[in-house]
């Protein structure tokens, strides 16, 4: 099975500083795509970033940046600045030619004023 | 918000039951994917549908069951309910199956509490 690993549990950040959440991935596709994912307590998944395997180039939105690692199949999401609503659950998926996506069991996120 | 609507937002059923959980996608998106998301686990996939038409499914038997119309809402159907079928139902609509523009968006879910 092609799975997704996020290794962290859970981790917690002060206000205004930065945090990495890590993800590890396998897949025997040459295209596919990595999303990070974000669930608050209201449950709805919220697309927060997401890497196109063929780009070298870093993803960013804002204080949102990944930096991924295709050799090492690495996709790890940098939060800059960390914010009190960025208090969540968050997952890292991999999508690829079958359109499903695949997601990691997710690290809980909580920010600390 | 995403635009994709799920319905209802909580429901509980007896071992043996049969359950329909709803989805209204966001206008205009041709596909919905719905995923079963087990308490502390990430979302799994059970099936996806494309223009009424079933178009790949996970690692779920066969009463696990869907529907989409040609509004492109779209229902899950699950018979013979277990125990372990206790989880969120979350459903995700997208504009088309090229991987390139397939940015997947979530509804709230449906929590499932099979007794």
């Known amino acids: 099975a092609q799975t997704v690993t996020q290794s962290q549990p859970e981790m917690s950040v002060q206000e205004a500083e930065t945090v990495t959440l890590s993800c590890t991935y396998d897949t025997s596709e040459n295209n596919y795509y990595l999303f990070w994912y974000k669930q608050p307590p209201s449950r709805q998944m919220i697309l927060v970033i997401r890497?196109?395997?063929?780009?070298?180039q870093n993803a960013t939105e804002n204080r949102f940046s990944v930096n991924f690692q295709k050799a090492a199949k690495s996709f790890s999401l940098k939060i800059s600045d960390s914010q009190l609503g960025d208090t969540a659950m968050y997952f890292c998926a991999r999508g690829g030619s079958n359109y499903k996506l695949t997601f990691g069991k997710g690290t809980l996120l909580t920010v600390n004023p | 918000e995403t635009g994709v609507t799920q319905s209802p937002t909580h429901l509980i059923k007896t071992r043996g039951q049969q359950v329909t959980l709803r989805c209204s996608s966001q206008?205009?998106?041709?596909?919905v994917s719905w995923y079963q998301q087990a308490l502390g686990q990430g979302p799994q996939f059970i099936f996806q549908?494309?223009?009424?038409?079933?178009?790949g499914r996970g690692n779920f038997p066969p009463r696990f069951s869907g529907l989409q119309f040609p509004n492109y809402s779209s229902e899950l159907n699950v018979n013979a309910l277990e125990l372990d079928d206790s989880a969120l139902y979350l459903c995700?609509?997208?504009?088309?199956?090229?991987?390139?523009?397939?940015?997947?968006?979530f509804g709230a879910g449906t929590r499932l509490s099979v007794l």
């Open positions: 206008s205009g998106h041709n596909t």
């Open positions: 549908y494309y223009r009424e038409e079933e178009n």
């Open positions: 890497q196109e395997a063929y780009k070298q």
């Open positions: 995700a609509s997208s504009l088309a199956l090229d991987p390139a523009k397939n940015i997947q968006y």
